[in-house]
Nanobody, 127 residues
């Protein structure tokens, strides 16, 4: 089982920026597909962004396209979520997730099977 630890959440004003980090255990991080999800109070968890294990392909929810950027540093076993132009509706607990054994033919979020999750980090955007 892979352990995922998120950090970087906090309180920010609308229009501001935050960078979330997710540190992963395991020797084969470079082979994990990684994703970020969020859950706002009273709402279901929703997909935010994903990055492939192989070619760096990224996917984003329409609500964050152009504002959020997912990236990874395999040498540090870490995935990041840079969040710019934050809005009040971005307020949520943000979770990172890993597909530790993605199909070789899978390079997009539509086919990832996330089997490990972090505990989450709170992001609050004040308007």
């Amino acid at each position: 089982q892979v352990q995922l630890v998120e950090s970087g959440g906090g309180l920010v004003q609308a229009g501001g920026s935050l960078r979330l980090s997710c540190a992963a255990s395991g020797r084969t991080f470079s082979r994990y597909a990684m994703g970020w999800f969020r859950q706002a109070p009273g709402k279901e968890r929703e997909f935010v962004a994903a990055i492939s294990w192989s070619d760096g392909n990224t996917d984003y929810a329409d609500s964050v396209k152009g504002r959020f950027t997912i990236s990874r540093d395999n040498a540090k076993n870490t995935v990041y979520l840079q969040m710019n132009s934050l809005k009040a509706e971005d307020t949520a607990v943000y979770y990172c997730a890993a597909d530790t054994d993605p199909s070789p033919n899978c390079h997009g979020n539509g086919c990832y099977l996330y089997d490990d999750w972090g505990q989450g980090t709170q992001v609050t955007v004040s308007s």
